[in-house]
């Protein structure tokens, strides 16, 4: 699939270049509900299970909505 590529591509870079991990920065509108926010989710967990597989020091961070009531129409799911 498209999204396994992008994290093998991904996690390649991470190696190469000899970074600390991946920031997920998306900052899209992404309605409450939406198919979007599994589809995001389930990228930001194959990266981490990938990075994770080589070795536990790699990090995943995400940024999120500075509001939890999806005041500015980015409402990820966050569990």
């Known amino acids: 699939s498209v ?13 190469r270049a000899h970074m600390d ?3 997920f920065d998306w ?3 992404c309605p409450v509900g939406s198919p979007l926010q599994y589809y995001y989710t389930l ?4 990266t981490r299970q ?3 597989k ?6 995943i961070t995400t940024c999120v909505a500075w509001s939890p009531d999806d ?9």
Not at 3 to 15: C, D, I, K, N, P
């Open 43 to 46: 990228l930001i967990s194959e």
């Open 71 to 79: 005041i500015d129409g980015r409402g990820y799911n966050m569990t």
């Open 27 to 29: 900052e899209a509108p």
């Open 54 to 59: 080589i070795s536990p020091s790699y990090q």
């Open 21 to 23: 991990g991946v920031v």
């Open 3 to 15: 999204r396994s590529a992008w994290v093998e591509t991904s996690v390649a870079a991470v190696q």
């Open 50 to 52: 990938a990075l994770m």
